[in-house]
């Protein structure tokens, strides 16, 4: 089954304490990127990746850090959290084949920073 | 400001009820705009993309269209299961590679019977 899975689902930590977010896909595609989801401010891109190796930042990377060293992995890294950065986090993988460019979404990760 | 804007930020509709969704955008070099699917605590959930001024795709009771600067979701006697919010996002180029991509904030759509 195709799918983008991330871990932890539910995380509660407190400022300042290092987090990394896992993000996985099995689709070998090779965009990938990272969102957050705030109440009235929509969906907003924090990195994204075009390849391994590849990354760029959002619209949205200051506090994050990412690294792709293989396909299937994107993880997100919060060097050292504060409490604005509590959100939803969406890590998404694309198929970016000609004509049918379809993004597929994980299930969320809900972080509390305290 | 923002790069797409979506409109009505709220829609209720009855039952059987046609209406439209509007996105409208400012991103240059427009290389795909997408319309999702989110249901609450869930990820969006793709439906379409666009590519060319004129395209249009359907799907079931949803039907997708797109212009120079906007796009429209038109939703045909729709059911209270398509109740979610729509999320439209754009994707802005970059020379020969993709830049960013941009979210619209959404239209929440409630469907009463």
């Known amino acids: 089954e195709a799918q983008v899975t991330q871990n932890p689902r539910y995380l509660i930590t407190v400022t300042g304490k290092k987090l990394t977010v896992t993000c996985s896909q099995n689709m070998n595609h090779e965009y990938m990127s990272w969102y957050r989801q705030d109440p009235g401010l929509g969906l907003r891109q924090i990195y994204y990746?075009?390849?391994?190796?590849?990354?760029d930042k959002g619209d949205v990377p200051e506090g994050y850090k990412v690294s792709r060293k293989e396909k299937r992995n994107f993880p997100l890294i919060l060097e050292s959290p504060s409490p604005n950065q509590t959100s939803l986090y969406f890590c998404?993988?694309?198929?970016?084949?000609?004509?049918?460019?379809?993004?597929?979404f994980g299930p969320g990760t809900r972080l509390t920073v305290l | 400001e923002d790069q797409v804007t979506q409109s009505p930020e709220a829609l209720r509709l009855q039952e059987g009820e046609s209406s439209s969704l509007n996105c409208s955008y400012t991103?240059?070099?427009?290389?795909?705009l997408f319309w999702y699917r989110q249901d609450p605590g869930k990820g969006p959930e793709f439906l379409f993309t666009l590519y060319s001024a004129g395209e249009e795709k359907e799907k079931e009771r949803l039907k997708a269209t797109l212009t120079k600067k906007e796009s429209f979701l038109h939703i045909t006697a729709p059911k209270p299961e398509d109740s979610a919010t729509y999320l439209c996002a754009v994707q802005e180029g970059r020379g020969s590679t993709l830049g960013r991509l941009y979210f619209g904030r959404g239209t929440q759509l409630t469907v009463w019977p």
């Open positions: 990746s075009m390849n391994v190796e590849v990354t």
């Open positions: 998404a993988s694309r198929n970016q084949g000609v004509g049918q460019d379809t993004q597929y």
């Open positions: 991103v240059s070099g427009l290389r795909g």
